[in-house]
C-alpha cells in the first residue's frame, strides 16, 4: 500500500494568514493527488483534484502543487470558515489510503 | 448535480453484521464507481472498497477483505456496503462516495455505527 504522509499534524494560523500543508507519499503517485476539507460532524468535501485542480465551487485561494511523490496544499488568505481538518488521498492505486489529516486551527 | 443519501444509524452486537445502503440521484448510477470509506471517533479517513454498478466489479481493501460486501442494485440507484463479524474497532461513520475517475467529488451524510454488547 502506498503511505501518504501530511505534515504538520496540527497548525494554528490566523484570518488572514498564508497556510501550506505538505504531503509526501511512499512512492511516485504522479498527480493522482487530492485534497479534502473536513469540518466537526459531516462528509469530507473535495478541494483540489490532480494535485492541482481546483474543484467547481472552492474558493480560488485553495490551490494545490506537486507531482511524484511531493504535494502541497495553499490557502492564500485564510477566512474564518476555513478552519477545518485536511486530508491529503491518494488515487493512483488501490486501496486508496489517505494523510493523517492536518487540523487548522484558530491562533 | 449528484446526491447520495445514505441509511440511517445502526447499533450492532459484536460477533453480528451491519449493511448500509447509498442511494443516489442525479447522474447516471451505472455509469459511475461508489466508494466506501470510514472514520473511526477522532481518526483519519479509511478507505474500504468500490463498486463499478454497470458491472458489478468490486475491488476490496485486504484489510477488509474476506469481512466487506459491497453491492448494487442498478434499478434502484443504491449502493450496499455489508460488513461482518464486527468488534468494537468497527464502531465508526461509514460513507460512500461517488468516484469518478479516482477522484471521490461527492459524499453521503455519513452512517454511524455502534458496536456493543
Known amino acids: 500500500d502506498i503511505q501518504m504522509t501530511q505534515s504538520p499534524s496540527s497548525l494554528s494560523a490566523s484570518v488572514g494568514d498564508r497556510v501550506t500543508i505538505t504531503c509526501r507519499a511512499s512512492q511516485s503517485i504522479s498527480s493522482y493527488l487530492n485534497w479534502y476539507q473536513q469540518k466537526p460532524g459531516k462528509a469530507p468535501n473535495l478541494l483540489i483534484y490532480a494535485a492541482s485542480s481546483l474543484q467547481s465551487g472552492v474558493p480560488s485561494r485553495f490551490s494545490g502543487s506537486g507531482s511524484g511523490a511531493d504535494f502541497t496544499l495553499t490557502i492564500s488568505s485564510l477566512q474564518p470558515e476555513d478552519f477545518a481538518t485536511y486530508y491529503c488521498q491518494q488515487s493512483y492505486s488501490t486501496p486508496y489510503t489517505f494523510g493523517q489529516g492536518t487540523k487548522l486551527e484558530i491562533k | 448535480q449528484v446526491q447520495l443519501v445514505q441509511s440511517g444509524a445502526e447499533v450492532k452486537k459484536p460477533g453480528s453484521s451491519v449493511k448500509v445502503s447509498c442511494k443516489a440521484s442525479g447522474g447516471t448510477f451505472s455509469s459511475y464507481t461508489i466508494s466506501w470509506v470510514r472514520q473511526a471517533p477522532g481518526q483519519g479517513l479509511e478507505w474500504m472498497g468500490r463498486?463499478?454498478?454497470?458491472?458489478?466489479?468490486?475491488n476490496y481493501a485486504q484489510k477488509f477483505q474476506g469481512r466487506v460486501t459491497i453491492t448494487a442494485d442498478e434499478s434502484t440507484s443504491t449502493a450496499f456496503m455489508e460488513l461482518s463479524t464486527l468488534t468494537s474497532e468497527d464502531a465508526a461513520v461509514y460513507y460512500c462516495?461517488?468516484?469518478?475517475?479516482?477522484?471521490?467529488?461527492?459524499w453521503g451524510q455519513g452512517t454511524l455505527v455502534t458496536v456493543s454488547s
Open positions: 462516495a461517488r468516484d469518478g475517475a479516482s477522484v471521490m467529488d461527492f
Open positions: 463498486i463499478i454498478p454497470m458491472f458489478g466489479t468490486t
